[in-house]
């Protein structure tokens, strides 16, 4: 039984650019939330997508962005790269919108920008 | 609005021995859950422990038990029996009970168990 998986491991990009990570749910599971985690913090929510539709969003600017497809997989876009955006961006999937299904995370994507 | 704190940066543990570490959080939702989660070095956060908060009871799961405080809102984390493989950040979470997976976490410990 796979688990969330996230592609690439390792990123690195240079200000001003754009890029997508991607990650696939655990089997069974409909429901995909991104997080950021800067070096030394806790994780962020960034935000929340289900049934193809972004359902919860945190307090992150519009150059975040996000789609889910219909086979439940999502990618994360971050438009306009700051040399801040460089964090661990976890993926974690659940099943049911409001459930209380635990979370399973994956183990991210570490970008760099330089 | 939801906010998770974790006095402790890092804390140190002999093998075998116990330990506990602090949480406090605030929140304006009547109705939420409490989590521990552990991250170890391969980046994966893993869940140790969950806590409804409208049950009184604290939760277990085998080593690991709460000891949660409702009124005070705190929310500690015994590891009992430490393991090397206990070596991990472990962070304190909170999420409100209508918004799931919206959960805040808090900046985490450093947890090491020493052999």
């Known amino acids: 039984d796979a688990g969330v998986t996230q592609s690439p491991t390792h990123l690195i990009k240079t200000r001003g650019q754009q890029v997508t990570l991607r990650c696939s749910p655990k089997?069974?599971?409909?429901?995909v939330s991104w997080y950021q985690q800067a070096l030394g913090q806790g994780p962020q929510f960034i935000f929340q997508?289900?049934?193809?539709?972004?359902?919860q969003r945190g307090n992150f600017p519009d150059r975040f962005s996000g789609h889910q497809f219909p086979n439940y997989s999502s990618e994360l876009n971050v438009n306009a790269l700051l040399l801040g955006d460089s964090a661990l961006y976890l993926c974690?999937?659940?099943?049911?919108?409001?459930?209380?299904?635990?979370?399973?995370f994956g183990n991210g994507t570490r970008l760099t920008v330089t | 609005a939801q906010t998770v704190t974790q006095s402790q940066p890092e804390m140190s543990v002999q093998e075998a021995e116990t330990v506990t570490l602090s949480c406090t959080y605030d929140?304006?939702?009547?109705?939420?859950?409490l989590f521990w989660y552990k991250q170890p070095p391969s980046r994966q956060m893993i869940l140790v422990i969950r806590q409804e908060a409208y049950k009184q009871q604290n939760a277990t799961e085998n080593r690991f038990s709460v000891n949660f405080q409702k009124a005070a809102k705190s929310f500690s984390l015994k590891i009992s029996d430490s393991q090397l493989g206990d070596t991990a950040m472990y962070f304190c979470?909170?999420?409100?009970?209508?918004?799931?997976?919206?959960?805040?976490f808090g900046p985490g410990t450093s947890l090491s168990v020493i052999p």
């Open positions: 997508y289900y049934e193809e539709e972004e359902r």
């Open positions: 929140t304006s939702e009547s109705n939420y859950y």
């Open positions: 974690a999937s659940s099943f049911g919108y409001v459930d209380n299904s635990p979370l399973h």
């Open positions: 089997s069974g599971h409909d429901t």
């Open positions: 979470a909170c999420s409100p009970q209508t918004s799931y997976d919206k959960v805040i």
